[in-house]
């Protein structure tokens, strides 16, 4: 389903706009997520990402009354972040296309700079934050 008048704008070769809705029918041919990811496997580094826990926190199901309530525990990736996901396809995506240098715009605090830099170490990374984000500790 599309929105019509947000999906009127939308560009070739461009992310799509408007998308409310998405359907899917048949069968997975993997059940690998990163075989759903636009670089291939033998890009990625060889460190442990993803694939974390779930956990099932028993007295908050019963107080809120939610059975199905279930807590994603990012914090066993390498530096104990979600933001891990993400570095792990930049840096898969640095090394398939040869990229030696990775800027990066944040919004104020090195989180995305961290996982990049321990996921590829030959990465050269430059980062910069956006003034109206930056806060005093």
């Not at 530096?79 to 996901?85: E, F, H, P, V």
């Not at 993400?86 to 715009?105: P, Q, Y």
């Not at 995305?112 to 003034?131: A, G, T």
């Amino acid at each position: 389903m599309l929105c019509p008048e947000c999906s009127s704008t939308h560009k070739s070769g461009q992310p799509l706009n408007g998308v409310l809705e998405v359907e899917l029918s048949g069968t997975l041919e993997s059940n690998d997520p990163l075989d759903f990811l636009p670089v291939e496997g033998q890009y990625f580094p060889a460190i442990p990402v993803g694939n974390t826990p779930l956990w099932q926190p028993e007295n908050l199901q019963k107080k809120y009354g939610f059975p199905e309530l279930y807590l994603k525990d990012d914090g066993v990736n390498p530096t104990g972040s979600l933001k891990d996901r993400a570095s792990f396809l930049v840096a898969a995506f640095a090394r398939k296309h040869g990229i030696r240098e990775v800027v990066v715009l944040l919004p104020a605090t090195p989180d995305l700079q961290w996982p990049v830099s321990v996921l590829r170490p030959d990465l050269r990374l430059s980062s910069f934050y956006q003034k109206q984000h930056l806060r005093r500790k």
